[in-house]
């Protein structure tokens, strides 16, 4: 790993970490999540989970990168060489969600170049499975969708280009992406205000259901939609803080990004279900059956509605793309950096040669995405590495962390600057609450994901796992080379 290499500014670094947090899970996620689980009164359980969970270890990330300057698989190693096998887990799992994000990214990029035509026709759903996303048909299997891998290979190539700049290209395109893509929502959010029907859709998304606050599913799904919209345990928030310049006010810019976020996430949320109920006064269908998560409301109901919107739709259309693009590109980015930096640390690979690798593995394996099967695949591999090897390897880092490094030695660091000072409630929080908090999450996520399982989606976890474990175990045993 390059100690040499710093983020431009402290600017720079808050731009990258919202980039970083900021993802098409914002657009397409959180309003679905918050709609579903009480609405108004979803607020309670999220916020609690925000301050309980996503702070103090988003805090503790920052104080552990910021401090150390290593690779996350040299930081484990060290604290015990038992724990490098963990580190390399982590870090193959969350590369996993770079390449099918990648895909996804695609998809978005197809429609983007639709959109100023409505080149998706008078049955946005038929052409999603035919052109862009596939379907769940097995019969489907061996049919590639060029146009999803053309599109792909080329934010790759963009990817490459960014990437091997050293962390100063990443901390450009998040200076140039990240203002545009406010600029961009803020347009779409003040449009969405002057559609008939948008009081409809905010009533529908924000009127409370306190009952639900008894529903224990609701508080999974909060501390849920914390962990993912925040990407704490990933070991991209780590690596990013690696390249923290000196006199950082660490616990001040945890602050200042989680409430930046948590922002965005609510202005897009009341942006999305207002153009919904403009959408359900138009068609006289009730808005409830317009809802829908993910690629159904982003790639079926919005392109039904800039069709309907006319000369409007053909501006407002290529700017919700466009923001879907800027908000995963700077994710995808945050994403592929711990696999990297973990590579070039123990195998003192260039940068360069790092990215170069690993771009040509994951354009390699968007094609498995890009056939007739692609949002399907995306489907169950998001689940089952989400719901099973992420969640609990950030269950295992709170352990390590709180019983075995010993977080009382980031205090000083975390308080040096700050102007908000972290102490004993926040260890006990790192120490206690949050290892029982994420076993809870993550028993219950199998629980889920076990319940409605498949032949395919076994084997393609099965895959999955021998692919992780096998490459962990390898890049464990092997000797590190001196740089």
């Known amino acids: 790993m390059n100690k040499n290499s710093q983020w431009s500014s402290i600017f720079t670094f808050i731009l990258a970490m919202i ?10 996620r959180f309003s679905y999540v918050l709609y579903s689980n009480g609405g108004g009164s979803f607020f309670i359980p999220y916020l609690i989970a925000i301050l309980v969970m996503g702070i103090p270890f988003l805090i503790l990330e920052y104080g552990l990168g910021f401090s150390l300057k290593k690779s996350f698989s040299k930081l484990m190693h060290d604290i ?30 197809a429609y983007f170049l639709n959109s100023f ?49 050293d962390v100063k290209g990443i901390g450009t395109i998040s200076s140039v992406l990240i203002p545009m893509l406010f600029i961009i929502m803020i347009l779409i959010f003040i449009y969405s205000f002057t559609l008939e029907g948008s009081v409809l859709g905010l009533k529908t998304l924000l009127t409370p259901n306190w009952s ?45 990004v989680v409430i930046t976020n948590t922002l965005y996430e609510i202005f897009i949320a009341v942006g999305v279900f207002s153009i919904l109920g403009y959408m359900s006064i138009k068609s006289s269908v009730p808005i409830e059956n317009l809802i829908s998560q993910g690629t159904g409301l982003i790639f079926v109901v919005f392109p039904q509605i800039f069709s309907e919107m006319g000369i409007v739709g053909q501006v407002m259309g290529p700017l919700l793309f466009l923001s879907i693009l800027f908000a995963g590109f700077t994710s995808a ?29 994951t354009i390699a394996c968007s094609v498995i995405f890009s056939t007739g099967l692609s949002s399907y695949l995306v489907e169950i591999v998001d689940n089952f590495v989400n719901s099973f090897g992420v969640l609990i390897l950030i269950g295992v880092q709170a352990i390590i962390f709180g019983w075995f490094y010993g977080v009382e030695k980031v205090i000083p660091i975390l308080n040096e600057f700050s102007t908000v000072k972290v102490g004993k409630t926040w260890v006990f929080t790192i120490k206690y609450v949050l290892p029982i908090l994420l076993i809870v999450i993550w028993i219950y996520g199998i629980i889920d994901l076990v319940s409605d399982t498949n032949m395919l989606e076994i084997i393609v976890d099965i895959i999955i796992t021998l692919v992780v474990v096998g490459f962990s175990v390898l890049f464990t045993k092997m000797k590190p080379k001196n740089a």
């Not at 769940?136 to 080329?154: G, H, Q």
């Not at 501390?223 to 310049?245: C, D, E, K, N, R």
Request: charged share 10%.
């Open 19 to 28: 980039g970083l947090t900021i993802g098409i899970g914002n657009i397409w």
């Open 333 to 361: 980015l945050a994403l592929f950096e711990p696999l990297l930096s973990s590579l070039c640390d123990k195998f003192a690979w260039s940068r360069r040669k790092g990215v170069t690798i690993l771009v040509i593995v």
């Open 80 to 109: 015990r060489p038992e724990f490098e096998i963990f580190a390399w887990m982590l870090v193959l799992f969350v590369f996993i969600v770079v390449i099918y994000y990648m895909v996804i990214l695609g998809w978005d990029f």
């Open 212 to 256: 639900a606050l008894f529903n224990i599913n609701i508080w999974l799904a909060a501390f849920g939609q914390t962990i993912f919209t925040l990407s704490i345990g990933q070991a991209m928030v780590y690596t990013y803080a690696t390249y923290l310049p000196k006199n950082s006010k660490l616990v001040d810019e945890v602050l200042l």
């Open 117 to 165: 035509t409505f080149g998706w026709g008078a049955d946005p759903n038929s052409f999603f499975t035919t052109y862009v996303g596939g379907s769940s048909d097995l019969s489907n299997a061996a049919r590639l969708i060029l146009p999803t891998l053309f599109c792909t290979t080329v934010l790759w190539i963009l990817f490459w280009i960014v990437s091997t700049h």
